[in-house]
């Protein structure tokens, strides 16, 4: 199986970075993007098994994105991050289509398991239409 490939898109630097760090180390290639539009881009270059998306980003929310992301990726698992959790973006994230969410700040180790179980939900992008 090839090494999964895990996209994340936040604004914050020491966000991408910290996570990037974390998951390199468990053995993923990890990908970058700080803004949405630039997410978006990636999901087509990079053919990430899993998104982290930020819902605060400085150009689309990460609703929106999830959004453009279910229209050409239906079955690309998408794990949302915020740092301002409550029960209705939650909601709001699932009703969307997002396999989760991880409430920043977050554990390496509940990150780690998070995307562990995220990625069993995965089809590979090169078996769906994307």
């Known amino acids: 199986m090839p090494t ?5 898109v936040d604004d914050d630097k020491l966000i991408r970075w910290s996570v990037s760090v974390v998951l390199g180390h468990a053995g993923y290639r990890v990908h970058e ?24 980003l400085p150009d689309l929310d990460g609703f929106a994105v999830l959004e453009a992301i ?5 079955d690309l698992p998408v794990l949302m991050m915020t740092a301002d959790a409550t029960s209705e973006t939650a909601r709001q994230a699932a009703r969307l289509g997002a396999c989760g969410h991880l409430d920043k700040p977050f554990d ?8 562990s179980e995220a990625l069993k939900l995965a089809t590979p992008l090169d078996q769906t239409n994307g």
Request: without cysteine; hydrophobic residues 50%.
């Open 4 to 8: 999964p490939t895990i996209l994340v």
């Open 108 to 115: 390496p180790a509940l990150l780690q398991v998070t995307v």
């Open 33 to 56: 993007a700080a803004t949405g539009q630039e997410g978006l881009a990636a999901v087509l270059e990079h053919r990430p098994d899993l998104v982290l998306l930020d819902i605060a």
């Open 70 to 74: 279910r229209q050409t990726h239906p």
